[in-house]
C-alpha cells in the first residue's frame, strides 16, 4: 500500500513540476515577444532566436486553444493570462482535489 501511495504522490508531483515549468515558459514567451515588439532586442540575435523559437514550439500548443477563443483585443494577445490563470487553477483546485480522491479511493476511508 506504501508504494501504492509512494507512485501517487510522485506522478501528482511531476503534474505540478511539468505545469510549473509550462507557466514559466509561457511568462518568458510573453516576455520576449515584448522586448522584440519594442525592439530591445532582435531576432538577429542568434541565441535569443533559438531561445525564441524553442519557446514559441512549446508554448503555442497549449495557446493555440486560447487563441482560436480569444481575439487579440488592440493588438493584445491576452490568451497567455488565460492559460496562466487555467494552468494555475488546475494546479490550486484540480490536482489538489484528485490527488485527494485517488487517496481515499486506495484506502476506503
Do not use: E, K, Y
Not at 518568458?28 to 525564441?52: E, K, Y
Not at 519557446?55 to 486560447?66: C, E, M
Not at 487563441?67 to 494552468?87: E, N
Not at 484540480?94 to 479511493?105: F, G, M, N, T
Amino acid at each position: 500500500m506504501d508504494l501504492v501511495f509512494g507512485i501517487l504522490n510522485f506522478v501528482f508531483f511531476i503534474t505540478n513540476a511539468v505545469l510549473q515549468l509550462l507557466l514559466l515558459a509561457i511568462i518568458i514567451s510573453a516576455v520576449l515577444s515584448w522586448l522584440f515588439a519594442f525592439d530591445i532586442i532582435n531576432h538577429r540575435n542568434r541565441f535569443v532566436n533559438q531561445i525564441a523559437s524553442f519557446l514559441d514550439s512549446v508554448v503555442s500548443p497549449v495557446l493555440a486553444p486560447f487563441r482560436r477563443i480569444i481575439p487579440p483585443l488592440g493588438g493584445m494577445d491576452l490568451s497567455p493570462i488565460v492559460a496562466i490563470l487555467v494552468i494555475r487553477g488546475i494546479q490550486l483546485f484540480l490536482l489538489p482535489a484528485s490527488h485527494a480522491a485517488l487517496v481515499q479511493l486506495f484506502t476506503g476511508v
